[in-house]
Every structure is written in C-alpha cells, then in structure tokens.
C-alpha cells in the first residue's frame, strides 16, 4: 500500500511569510508525528498526534508553528512569519499505535519536505 | 532531560571495513531503543531492542543493548559504498516520544 507522503517536496519562500507543509499519512495509522531535521543535526521532535486526544505539542520551539490533524488522517503544519533559521527538512511519521500505552510500534518516515527561507 | 548520544559523529571508511557505531542514553522510564537508517530525506527502521545481550541480525548489520550500561551498538561487517548513510538512534520517551541522537555520518569509500 502507499507510504507517508508530504507535500511539497521543497519550498522556498520569503521571510516573514507563512507556510503550511502537508502530511498524508498510512491509512489506519492513529499516532502521526512532525520532526524537523535542520542541516548537519539529527531529529527534532516537533508535535505528535494520537486517536483523538489533544496533541503532545512539547516540542514546537515557538508560537509560530503550530499543526492540526483533521479528521483523524492528515495533517498539516503551519509556520506563520517564517525565519532563517526555520529552514530544514519537514519529516512526518505515522505508526499504528494499537495495544498497550506503553507499547511501541514502528513509524513510517515520509520523504520529507527541504523548507528554505531566504 | 532525555538525552541520547551517538558516536563518532563522522566516520570513514574503505569498501570491506567493519565499523561499530555507538548510542548512548539517559532517559526515563527506558522501554526501548531504535535504530534508522537515513540515506536522503526519510529514515528507514533498522532494528529494535529491548533486552539487553540479545543481538538483533540482519545481514551484515547487527546491534545489540546493555541496559545496564545504558547503551548500545550497531555493527556492519564488510561495508559496501551502499552503507554510506546517516545512522540515528532513538529512544521512546513518555509524552515526547521520541528522542533521536544526533546521528553518525557513515561515508564508505571504494
């Protein structure tokens, strides 16, 4: 079946503009996270969804990002007033997170979005 | 604060060297530890482990835990140029999730 994808593929754009960057993730799959990965560093945790209970939004390093997931599947996370240092690759995971709370299942990378803020 | 660490950050090597990647943690409430692959954009799982001294094997990558020590490694035995990639290592941690370490650049020359 069809894996994670997220949209667009790059995107480049002008300081102070906002962006929304898109993720579909595997159909079924409940739990559905965002990372960004700036260039030369590893995985940042961002935001992550689960079902239908309130996001774990620990991870949003300011009050410009925020992220909403609709209907369950796909979601879309949004950076209003972009800033240089916002530039990096976008990556969304899903995973089915069915039994235990504490149980761990595999996530699916999407291919990721490069953001450039010039 | 969770933390994971991975080292070398940057290694290379000749086509047929062995290499030993390392991770290490301090986290909460431990239950796993995860190892990916990432070539260009998105990482590809690797392995899971959750016991220590229990290698985990897939064709010439192996990697194993100690949780006594709080770490563990990733093996790759006569690596290809096809192994050139970036090795991440994550541990699941309660409300955040996930903690990913800073990863290990792996470049295998011919």
């Known amino acids: 079946g069809a894996g994670v994808s997220q949209s667009p593929s790059n995107k480049v754009t002008e300081k102070g503009k906002d962006v929304e960057l898109r993720c579909d993730p595997i159909?079924?799959?409940?739990?559905l996270y965002w990372y960004r990965q700036s260039l030369g560093q590893g995985l940042e945790f961002l935001i992550y969804?689960?079902?239908?209970?309130?996001?774990?939004k620990s991870g949003l390093p300011s009050d410009r990002f925020s992220a909403e997931r609709t209907g369950g599947s796909v979601s879309t996370l949004t950076i209003q007033r972009t800033q240089q240092e916002d530039s990096a690759v976008y990556l969304c995971?899903?995973?089915?997170?069915?039994?235990?709370?504490?149980?761990?299942?595999?996530?699916?990378f999407g291919p990721g979005t490069r953001l450039t803020v010039l | 604060e969770d933390k994971v660490v991975q080292s070398p950050l940057s290694l290379v090597v000749h086509e047929g060297d062995t290499v030993t990647l390392n991770c290490s943690y301090e986290?909460?409430?431990?239950?796993?530890l995860l190892w990916y692959k990432q070539e260009k954009k998105a990482p590809t799982f690797l392995f899971m482990l959750?016991?220590?001294?229990i290698e985990k094997k897939s064709g010439r990558l192996s990697s194993i835990l100690d949780k006594k020590e709080l770490f563990s490694i990733l093996n790759i035995t006569a690596t290809q140029t096809g192994d050139s990639a970036i090795y991440l290592c994550?541990?699941?941690?309660?409300?955040?999730?996930?903690?990913f370490g800073p990863g290990t650049r792996l470049s295998v020359l011919p």
């Open positions: 159909s079924g799959h409940t739990a």
């Open positions: 959750t016991s220590s001294g």
């Open positions: 969804f689960q079902g239908n209970s309130a996001p774990d």
């Open positions: 986290v909460t409430n431990f239950r796993s």
């Open positions: 995971a899903s995973s089915f997170r069915g039994g235990r709370p504490s149980s761990y299942n595999e996530q699916f």
């Open positions: 994550a541990v699941p941690v309660y409300g955040q999730n996930f903690v």
